[in-house]
């Protein structure tokens, strides 16, 4: 998930990776790039009802889950990278329609 400060510029100013991401190279090269990671580490105990401020990096556990609700993606039926990209992408449509038309 990328989030971007202001109009004008168009660099991502945070980078929200989940726990498989976690390693120094993944990290230096993101702070190479002036951009802020926010990675949990692997062994980390959840935070629950400990963090205060705007939510980050549950929003990418929140969208893997809802894009396991479509076996296509889950399984991976298609064997062409194309295929999976379109199904991807339709679920991608879907979760969005639905969450604008609760």
Known sequence: ??????RKRKKPKHLCLDKGYDFKDIEALI???????H????????LIGKYKGKPKRWVVERTNSWHNRFRAILIRWERKA?????SLYLASSIIVFN????
Request: zero cysteines; hydrophobic letters at 35%; aromatic letters at 14%.
């Open 99 to 102: 969450f604008f038309n609760r």
């Open 1 to 6: 998930i990328l989030v971007f400060s202001g």
């Open 82 to 86: 194309e295929n999976y990209l379109a």
């Open 31 to 37: 702070k190479r790039r002036n951009i802020r990671p």
């Open 39 to 46: 990675i949990r580490k692997k062994g980390e105990k959840p």
